[in-house]
């Protein structure tokens, strides 16, 4: 009779402690899904309400009644897995859908990267020039190339070369005045200029992405007039200390 008692009361125990283990080593995990939290719960339900019923089958005294109050306990244990399974399931889930979610960004990546490339030669040949709004489109496309932090590849140097091609072929020009003005009284702004006051201005002196960092740098290596009025804070943040940390930088 004992042993029956001690067997109704530590398996049930280790399906608990199973499901506390479970528990205590994703402590840490800043969200949990929704179909883990209820596979924790319902685990932990089972485990209570198999454990009476079994002491109870135990306890009686009909024929098979001690194989059958075992099976019941075995099967609260095995209940006590239901977390790490599920875990497990909606985890790879998860990995399938980012993988589905990343291959798409990337052909969409690589897709419009293509038609813009396209675009590039037919201007040069046409000597048709990007409007200001065109240009700053396709300089914001040139700071988002980065996909890396999506675990995808980082296609900085492909567009950074588009755009390149762009300013030595002479369809977009980092002097080119834009066609709204900041303020009523206030000259219009070159491409470059907008492009600061758009990415980085708001941002500065802190958080700002190295990669719009890099495309300022690269308007004004390609001849960037920032002597008027609007380039003053421009130069401003052109001439601190740059620290970089990942993929945002600091200025000082």
């Given at each position: ?12 125990l ?21 179909p883990v939290?209820?596979a924790?719960y ?5 485990e ?5 019923i ?6 009686a ?82 700071a988002?190339a ?6 995808l590849?980082d ?51 802190r ?27 421009v ?10 940390s ?7």
């Amino acid at each position: 009779m004992i042993w029956r008692i001690l067997l109704s009361l530590v398996l049930p125990l280790l399906g608990l402690a199973n499901i506390v283990a479970f528990r205590l080593q994703n402590l840490m995990r800043e969200a949990w899904p929704t179909p883990v939290t209820f596979a924790i719960y319902a685990a932990a339900l089972a485990e209570i309400v198999l454990a009476a019923i079994a002491a109870a089958v135990l306890r009686a005294r009909w024929r098979g009644h001690t194989l059958t109050g075992v099976l019941i306990l075995i099967v609260a244990f095995a209940a006590s897995f239901a977390p790490w399974v599920t875990d497990i399931v909606v985890t790879g889930q998860q990995i399938a859908e980012k993988q589905a979610a990343g291959a798409d960004a990337e052909m969409q990546f690589q897709g419009d990267l293509l038609d813009r490339s396209g675009d590039v030669d037919d201007r040069i040949d046409a000597k048709k020039p990007y409007t200001a709004t065109e240009a700053l489109d396709l300089l914001g496309f040139a700071a988002d190339a980065d996909l890396s932090w999506e675990s995808l590849p980082d296609h900085t140097p492909e567009a950074f070369s588009l755009v390149e091609r762009a300013i030595t072929g002479g369809i977009l020009d980092p002097n080119a005045l834009t066609t709204t003005t900041p303020t009523a009284d206030s000259p219009a702004e070159t491409i470059t200029v907008a492009f600061y006051e758009q990415r980085i201005r708001p941002v500065s002196p802190r958080l700002i992405k190295k990669h719009d960092w890099d495309v300022l740098a690269l308007l004004v290596a390609h001849g960037a007039d920032l002597s008027g009025e609007g380039g003053a804070a421009v130069r401003a943040d052109l001439s601190r200390k740059i620290t970089i940390s990942g993929r945002f930088i600091s200025l000082q």
